[in-house]
Nanobody
Framework: VQLVESGGGLVQPGGSLRLSCAAS????????MSWFRQAPGKEREFVAA????????YYGDSVKGRFTISRDNAKNTVSLQMNSLKPEDTAVYYC????????????????WGQGTQVTVSS
């Protein structure tokens, strides 16, 4: 099983980034997929989730209206479009998969990527 994130980097406040996560080794469209993030010295935080068909999405309060999660089951990918980025969005962003309903508890997720760094700074 592999989840490989990409698309992180340095961006100015107010800018945008698009993260992608490529999945392999499991039946992708049986899994709900989520993004979490972890800033230095802080606990891992739920960012967004999408159901296995992509019909339902969920967002953490801090990113609602700015971030959009999507998935392409034909390509086994999940993406996170991040707009209006703020310095407090700086963190390592992780892709995670769970064979079950949406959850914002990280311990309920079976598969994790290695993370990609997002830094929002002028």
């Amino acid at each position: 099983v592999q989840l490989v994130e990409s698309g992180g980097g340095l961006v100015q406040p107010g800018g945008s980034l698009r993260l992608s996560c490529a999945a392999s080794g499991f039946t992708f469209d049986d899994y709900g997929m989520s993004w979490f993030r972890q800033a230095p010295g802080k606990e891992r935080e739920f960012v967004a989730a999408i159901s296995w068909r992509g019909t339902n999405t969920y967002y953490g309060d801090s990113v609602k209206g700015r971030f959009t999660i999507s998935r392409d089951n034909a390509k086994n990918t999940v993406s996170l479009q991040m707009n209006s980025l703020k310095p407090e969005d700086t963190a390592v962003y992780y892709c995670a998969g769970r064979e079950g309903p949406y959850s914002d508890y990280d311990w309920r997720y079976e598969y994790w990527g290695q993370g990609t760094q997002v830094t929002v700074s002028s």
